[in-house]
Structures are given as C-alpha cells and as structure tokens.
C-alpha cells in the first residue's frame, strides 16, 4: 500500500479518535436538547422510577441482579468503545468505502433524496425503513450460530430491568451499523433527523426492558411492549427454536412475518437461554466468550 494511503488513513484515525475524545467531554460538560449523553441519563431515570413506583414483577429488587454490570454496559457501548477504537475505525470504513465506489464511478450512495421532504415525511421514512432492516438483523442474530453466540450477551439477562437493554456485546454494533450503512446512506436525510428517530428508538428499547406492565391494546400489534418482549427473552421455547419476537421497536414486523408470540401473561416466566448457568458473569469474560467457542 503507498505510503500516502497509508498516511492519510493513519491520520484519519488518529484524528476521528481526537474528535470523539472532545465530543464526548463536551458531551459531558454542556447540556443540550441535542446532547445525548444527558437524554440517556434522563430516559434512564425515567424508566428505573416507573420500575419503583409501578413495578409488573413487584418481588423483584430495585437493584436487580446484575444491575450494576448493566449500567456499565450502557455507558461503554454507547460511548467507551467509540473511545476506545470504534468510531475512528467506522470513519476509516467509510472512507475506505466511497474511495472504492468512487473508483468503480460511484460519486454519492443517495438515490433516494428526501431532504426537501416534510419533516414528518422524512422521519417516518427514516424511521420505518431503519427499524425493518434491524428486525432482520436481530433475526440473523438468532439464526446464524456464530453470530447467536455473540448474541448470548444480551439474553444472559435473567431479571428485566431498564439497562438490561443495553446488555449487549459490542460486536452488536458492528454488525448492525455494517448491515444499515449501505440501505440506509441512500436515503437522503440529516443527522438531526437520525437524531431524533434514534432517541425515539432508544426509549422504545428501554421500556420494553423496563419491569414495568404496560398493556397497549390494539396498539401492541404495531409498538413492541415489556410483556410481548420479556417472551424474546424467555430460557425454555420448545415450539420456536431460533426465538419469537424480534421487533426493535415495530411488533407489526412479527405480526407480518409470522414471529409474535405471546401466549398468556409472562410475568414470572424463566428468562435467559439453555446452559445460562455456565454463562460467565464478569463484563471482560461475557465479552471473550464468543470467541473463545469458535
């Protein structure tokens, strides 16, 4: 490789790993309605009181098993591993990329530019379009066993709590960013409107994971909820080998394609996976074990 690719993509790196650095001190230290490191903190909040004033397992502590090993996931998969390596190598990616595509005669992935749309319009475009491809994803997540083992992470959960949503390996965010980028680079839209569409999601995930029962009628065929998602998380489906309602944030997907299920109140229902017992439960050992059954 010419010294001058080599050059240009070590200082790429160097400086997106800066960048992130100050944008996550800023972060910190500057409150703001586009600041979403105190959006996560106050959705949080929010969530953990609805489990202390109204909780739908009510023997179930405040600080949960695992609480304390949760939280620390929400914090570094939403902002330490970006720290760490993630976010200067996706930038690397996606230079990499549109040099490739630009090689082949590819100048822009937008073909479908919906900037002038209304703002209405284009978050629901955005919106709907992200969350089908992540309904796939989740279920290759289920069906792909190397992928399922990454996966186990997140159903190591055995009491659902609010930050259990953040439970996951962060290999998670690289196959869903991987998967998203293309479909989603060619729509047209902004980052205020990601933004938005993905606080929106963000509560979404946190309520179905919250201990909280909130029965949404009709409505429970198009939002996904805590009881239809607590049987994604159900130890013992013997009728529904790779798993049942994959929905991120639309259950209507599950309706669509044949994957709801929820057969009576899952109140007290077991949660987690065959074999949990030999799931380590130390944050460093979850996050070899993948890996190390390869």
């Not at 586009?34 to 489990?51: D, G, I, R």
């Not at 082949?104 to 629901?124: S, T």
């Not at 013997?238 to 899952?266: M, Q």
């Amino acid at each position: 490789m010419p010294m001058v690719v080599l050059e240009k993509y070590g200082n790429l790196l160097i400086n997106s790993t800066y960048g992130y650095a100050d944008y996550l001190w800023k972060e910190v230290l500057n409150p703001h309605w586009t600041n979403f490191f105190y959006w996560l903190l106050a959705l949080s909040l929010f969530c953990w009181l609805l489990e202390i004033i109204v909780p739908w397992r009510k023997g179930q502590p405040v600080l949960r098993r695992d609480f304390w090993l949760d939280g620390f996931y929400m914090f570094f998969n939403f902002f330490l591993f970006s720290l760490i390596g993630y976010n200067a190598l996706s930038d690397v990616g996606v230079e990499a990329f549109k040099e490739l595509m630009g090689r082949v005669g590819v100048q822009h992935l937008v073909v479908w530019d919906i900037a002038e749309w209304p703002v209405w319009a284009r978050l629901l475009t955005l919106f709907v379009v992200r969350d089908f491809i992540q309904w796939n994803v989740h279920l290759l997540l289920h069906r792909v066993e190397w992928l399922w083992r990454i996966h186990q992470v997140h159903h190591s959960v055995e009491e659902m709590g609010f930050a259990s949503h953040m439970r996951y390996h962060p290999m998670e965010t690289v196959i869903y960013r991987a998967l998203e980028y293309i479909p989603l680079a060619m729509i047209g839209f902004g980052l205020t409107d990601f933004f938005i569409v993905h606080l929106f999601t963000l509560a979404i995930g946190h309520l179905n994971h919250t201990n909280v029962y909130l029965p949404l009628g009709k409505l429970r065929y198009l939002l996904n909820n805590p009881q239809t998602h607590t049987w994604h998380h159900a130890k013992e489906l013997k009728e529904r080998r790779y798993g049942v309602n994959f929905a991120i944030t639309l259950s209507l997907w599950d309706y669509l394609f044949g994957t709801a299920y929820v057969p009576k109140d899952g109140k007290d229902i077991a949660l987690g996976f065959k074999g949990i017992e030999e799931f380590p439960r130390r944050f460093w050992k979850q996050l070899r074990y993948p890996f190390e059954r390869m």
